[in-house]
């Protein structure tokens, strides 16, 4: 019984709380060891190592076993995590058996590659609704789904039960659809426009900035090449060579 | 001198390290505080406050004026910081001031996107070259760029000087244009593909996987029904109420 879902225990329910208040960063891993556990379980693997998983999954097998004892999954000791067990605590804490619906707003080059991206719907979400402000977009079908008009997204996101929104706009429109999606009770934005969206309390916003990415890389790609350029030397001097 | 570039204090080189050892979180930080600052200078702003630099970049203003900390930048009390000088700043530690080389493997939806995205130019990086396996899209155009055959990266890697590689190919291609990437030079990789990249000691990867920015979202959205399920009631009777 060393892997249970929390809250599952009757007459123990105040004992653990039943929905973890789990840290970002291990709500972040969360997915990645979903993943490796559907590929283990596709290769016919019915039980897992902290160390195998953690190696599949591209972390420690520390932060491993400390992430998954937040959902009170502590393995057994010499068989180590049950694969499908497992599956199904991750999927319950990430509500993924819901199939939630999501709006997709803008559909430019990204917009169109996120309305035709194969992850999303095999991974617990159903692109519903694709939306547009341009009236040459609106009306053709991408993925089998018609684009509509910015203005029926309102109504769509009540009579559709729509609570993930993507906003794949330009920057100067993002504010103005995210003011939208939340008036029309969308609790949770994904927002690809590369600017800061300002929403009320209790609404989540993740962001998605392709160029933040690259520059995270280059700042790794620059501190490389100042231990490069002056191996074990005057860090000061190392500085200058790279960064004049 | 509240303001300095590190390690350009001739002398006192030693000090302060010269190539700060920044924590990864602020390593992710410093391009949204870039974006911020860009937006103040190019509205004619010339000093800025913590908290208003803080409440641009959407963080809050002790993480923002720590971070700045690692770069040495304490701003002036009463002023705030000089918006050109931490711009300087900034852009030298992430490297920016390179135009860095960029090839971008894999040209199917998401590619496409990637290679019209405007906001690699405008923000420090040069995308020189894109590949692809399928020999149907070998010679088109995208945004002014031919689409090169995969088999010749790594000569174009080594010719073009390129040091970060964008991986947006499916999963089943994606370790192996990692491996060309990597053995022709390439030390750090972008990757589009939903899996974990196996590189060496040395090379940095970045993992964009839209599907798991969904999933975190869908933590949230499952968290907040359990929260709304049975106001401040049982949390065991909640999790059951939302989870079967």
Known sequence: ????????????????????????????????????????AESGSETVSSEGLATAAGVNSAKLRKDLSHLGSYGTRGVGYDVALLIDQIEYILGLDQRRAVALVGVGNLGHALAGYDGFASRGFRIVGLFDADVERVGKTINGLPVRHIDELGRAVVEEGITIGVIATPAGAAQGVADELVAAGVTSILNFAPCVLSVPAGVDVRKVDLAIELQILSFHEHRKASLTALPGGRVGGNQEAVGS
Chains 1, 2 share one sequence.
């Not at 709500?27 to 490796?36: D, S, T």
């Open 1 to 40: 019984m060393s892997q249970q879902r929390q809250g599952n225990t009757p007459g123990n329910a105040g004992a653990v709380p039943a929905f973890p208040d789990l840290p970002e960063a291990t709500i972040a891993r969360l997915p990645e060891y979903l993943r490796a556990l559907h590929h283990l």
